[in-house]
């Protein structure tokens, strides 16, 4: 029994953490560690001692209430931290972990410490650098939101709620997302699942719902930061309104794209268009029509009525051949008084024939301008995707020959192009 009470000494004594046994509410034992932790020498400076010497004021009712209480055999906390206080006076936090044994054949707290005071200091470091930075972000017109690490937000700030005009509740858990575009939403969950499963940094620009029903564009951006054992703790992230700089871009793309009068699609955006209608064809195995429209004696109108007289009629124009086509087709303008229309997955010439000839019989009502009636002819090239080639402006051309052979013939008509004979027209309606 000796033997086996000096084998438990020993353990005690080499243990890391603080060890001490208390008698009602008086140190009866402690080791080496522990004189460490609180900074005495000997055992005997302890021993018989109350424990509050060593306790701060600020905690002292709350160390001796748990003692008494776990003598007693009452509940308690197993587990706690309480404020210390060194031989020298210097505080110290200690976490404890206790509890009830028999001493001597008395009731008694077997007790075990440990100095954690550097990381109360830590923790009490952000906790104020935390509290200072979330009055910032308070004070911040960028609008600021926090990810936990599953994905869940925790934290929105003041410019936040402004915009969307919720509450603080609302937006907790995946509440926040509520407010972005149903059309965007889909892949902006997608991006950022992917960024948490793989610790990346976030940039989407998506559209959100403002307090006014009005929907703008926001370029969420995210970080990943740490905890306190630099493990991934969740995203911070702002949000700007970026709609004035969409809808820039959006104009600077029309410009680039469109022309200025009739807003339809040019040259630039008709290849796009003819690329993908080749594409689409050659997979299903159709054709694509592509028509050039050209004005028959134009020049006259410009010169006998003026040119805004023949801006306001090729707007006009625009909009009766926008009229006949399907949503899926396109009315392009080249320049001048020259149009192009494509119209995907036709069944054969035959059928595009039809659509130019109906293009003409729009012509049939005269413009007007000014009280004064205008007439107008529209003479027709065709061509046809794959029949006469398989590249863009290889079909333009093409349709601009055929065009060239209806004029030839004396317009008002369209002429499908044929590379191996004499192209004929089919006539005026």
Same mark, same amino acid.
């Given at each position: ?14 243990? /890391?953490?603080?060890? $001490? ?9 402690? /080791? ?5 932790? %609180? ?10 001692? !109350? ?14 209430? %748990? ?89 929105? /700030?003041?410019?936040?709620?402004? %915009? ?17 575009? !149903? ?14 499963? /793989?610790?990346?940094a976030v940039s989407r ?58 807003? =339809? !699609? ?6 796009d268009r003819l690329q ?57 303008? =080249? ?17 595009? &024939? ?11 009502? !005269? ?12 003479? =027709? ?10 590249? $863009? ?7 601009? &020959? ?20 004499p192209t004929l027209g089919?006539?005026?309606?």
């Amino acid at each position: 029994m000796r033997a086996s009470e000096e084998l438990y000494r020993k353990v005690i004594e080499s243990a /890391n953490d603080g060890v $001490a046994i208390v008698k009602g509410d008086r140190h009866v034992f402690v /080791n080496q560690r522990f004189l460490d932790i %609180f900074g005495y020498e000997r055992p005997e400076e302890v021993i018989g001692k !109350p424990i509050s010497m060593m306790v701060h004021k600020d905690d002292k009712e709350m160390v001796l209430e %748990f003692n008494l209480k776990r003598q007693k055999g009452e509940p308690v906390p197993s587990r706690y931290v309480f404020k210390g206080v060194r031989e020298n006076g210097a505080p110290i936090f200690v976490e404890v972990s206790a509890t009830r044994i028999s001493y001597e054949g008395e009731p008694a707290s077997l007790v075990f410490m440990r100095d954690v005071t550097e990381r109360r200091w830590l923790e009490d470091a952000l906790k104020r650098s935390r509290d200072f930075y979330l009055t910032l972000f308070e004070e911040l017109p960028t609008m600021i939101w926090r990810l936990a690490s599953d994905g869940m937000c925790d934290y929105v /700030n003041r410019a936040w709620l402004d %915009f969307t005009g919720r509450t603080l509740e609302q937006e907790m858990g995946d509440g926040w997302i509520q407010c972005i575009h !149903p059309e965007d939403l889909a892949e902006f969950k997608e991006g950022l699942l992917d960024a948490l499963a /793989n610790r990346e940094a976030v940039s989407r620009e998506v559209r959100a719902l403002r307090r006014d029903g009005q929907w703008r564009w926001i370029l969420l951006v995210a970080k990943p930061f740490a905890g306190l054992e630099g493990e991934f703790s969740g995203y911070i992230g702002a949000c700007y309104d970026i709609t004035e700089r969409k809808q820039e871009e959006e104009h600077l793309h029309l410009q680039a794209t469109h022309d200025p009068l009739t807003a =339809l !699609p040019n040259r630039r955006l008709l290849q796009d268009r003819l690329q993908v209608a080749f594409a689409q064809a050659a997979r299903k195995g159709s054709k694509v029509a592509v028509i050039m429209v050209d004005l028959d004696d134009f020049k006259l109108v410009n010169d006998e009525f003026g040119h805004r007289a023949g801006d306001e009629i090729l707007v006009e124009v625009a909009q009766r051949l926008k009229g006949i086509i399907r949503a899926g087709d396109t009315v392009a303008r =080249l320049g001048g008084d020259e149009f192009v229309i494509v119209l995907p997955e036709m069944g054969s010439a035959r059928v595009a &024939q039809r659509v130019a000839r109906r293009i003409i019989g729009t012509f049939k009502e !005269p413009f007007r301008w000014r009280g004064k009636e205008i007439s107008l002819t529209p003479s =027709l090239g065709l061509s046809i995707f794959p029949d006469h080639g398989g590249e $863009a402006e290889d079909l333009i051309q093409k349709a601009d &020959q055929a065009l060239y052979r209806a004029k030839a013939q004396g317009g008002n008509r369209v002429v499908l192009f044929r590379p191996d004979k004499p192209t004929l027209g089919t006539g005026s309606p």
